[in-house]
């Protein structure tokens, strides 16, 4: 790292040289008030002018020499006084700069300027602190590093162990789906192969949610940006739920303006987002009658994609929450209803890797999951040549 001498701003400057010019002026003041007061106490005092006159006849240099006139010394020591006090003042004020720059510095580090460091050379005890704050910046960047390492060892066993648990999973289901269809099992076995059966399929849903959400948190995703057609794609995963909105009583509506609105996304990964909230429409809109599904272009790059239900509120606390991972809430954590709290946080995963952001309303009225996306994406240059 570079180091530098802190560097003043013309600002700066400019409030240094005032400084300079009204310590001069005061001090000026101050020099003529003594001079004026010291003349007075002469003149008007007899037997100080004679200590005087005793004081200068009785003083001899080396070579027998008087020195009657002391006021051009005087007025020198006055003015080396003066030069000091300036110095004393200008000095000052440039250390307060001095530690102005390096406040200014911590904040942009404070910002998540993680990389940057305070490269500033000073002759104070500030040098001390500067160097305390860049090894406790280093050591809380490494501490971050350390914990990111560990996070994403974590986040890679998840990933494998999910991955692998799918496949004799299925295979289970597989089975325990064939002995269902066994006439030959008594009652109580057909119950007890129904209730494996269902424990397996929830297992399955755990293992699959977990395996999408850590995927989706790696570093390594890939998002494969590419034009996609908004009011297709929320038509056909709409579809995909018709026959149980039907069953429930609930009609599900598409509607995008204008109804040609193409975005650059990655298709299989917004069609889990549309899926995830539309499923848990369906499962927790309590009451429902409708749900909405609407698109219209809000900004220049910037489209509006809500996804609207009527019936029972998210209360007001767990809309803090409901985007956190294995968040549920409280009253929908019951068997019957049985998801992971792993949805929200994967759809808003999603929505982060397309640069988006998804928010929640909900009352008496209405409950709205509400996205904002935009149309092109501008993906900065380092990523786009690592892709
Ligand atoms: P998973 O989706 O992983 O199977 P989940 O559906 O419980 O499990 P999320 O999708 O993350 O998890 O949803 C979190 C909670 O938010 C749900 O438990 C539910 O209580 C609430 N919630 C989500 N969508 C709605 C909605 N449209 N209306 C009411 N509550 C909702
Ligand atoms: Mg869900």
């Not at 917004?270 to 698109?295: C, P």
Request: glycine share 4%; aromatic share 8%; proline share 2%.
């Amino acid at each position: 790292m570079k180091k530098k001498r802190v560097k003043l701003t013309g600002r700066e400057k400019s409030e240094l040289f005032a400084e300079a010019v009204v310590t001069i002026i005061l001090l000026l003041l101050l020099n003529l008030s003594i001079i004026i007061l010291i003349n007075l106490a002469i003149l008007t005092n007899q037997s100080l002018e004679n200590g005087i006159y005793f004081l200068k006849s009785t003083l001899i240099l080396g070579n027998g020499l008087h020195i009657w006139s002391w006021q051009r010394i005087f007025v020198f020591f006055m003015g080396c006084g003066d030069m000091l006090v300036l110095y004393w003042r200008l000095l000052r004020r440039y250390h307060q700069m001095q530690l102005r720059h390096v406040i200014q510095e911590l904040h942009y580090i404070a910002e998540g300027h993680f990389d940057h460091r305070i490269s500033f050379v000073v002759k104070t005890d500030l040098q001390k602190v500067i160097d305390s704050i860049n090894f406790l910046v280093d050591s809380t960047v490494n501490a971050m590093n350390e914990e990111r390492q560990i996070e994403q060892s974590k986040d890679d066993l998840i990933t494998n162990v999910s991955h692998d648990i799918r496949t004799p999973l299925t295979s289970i289901i597989g089975y325990l789906g064939l002995l269902k269809a066994d006439n030959s099992l008594t009652a109580d076995q057909l119950k007890y192969v129904d209730i494996a059966y269902n424990k397996a399929g929830q297992m399955k849903a755990l293992a699959n949610d977990l395996f999408d959400y850590t995927t989706l948190n790696s570093t390594k995703t890939k998002v494969n940006f590419a034009p996609l057609h908004l009011t297709s794609m929320l038509e056909q995963v709409a579809a995909g739920f018709e026959l149980e909105a039907e069953e429930k009583n609930i009609s599900l509506n598409v509607n995008t303006n204008p109804d040609d609105l193409v975005i650059d996304a990655d298709a299989e990964k917004l069609v889990r987002v549309f899926n995830n909230l539309i499923s848990n429409a369906l499962k927790y809109g309590h009451g429902a009658s409708f749900i909405n599904l609407s698109a219209k272009k809000i900004k220049a790059n910037l489209v509006e994609i809500r996804v609207e239900n009527n019936g029972e509120a998210i209360p007001k606390a767990a809309l803090q929450k409901i985007f956190e991972r294995f968040y549920r809430v409280e009253t929908s954590r019951n068997t019957k209803t049985g998801g992971t709290g792993l949805g929200l946080a994967i759809v808003k995963e999603v929505i982060d890797l397309h640069h988006g952001k998804i928010t929640c309303e909900s009352n008496e009225r209405i409950t709205s999951f509400i996205i904002h996306l935009p149309f092109k994406v501008a993906l900065p240059e380092s990523k786009t040549t690592v892709l």
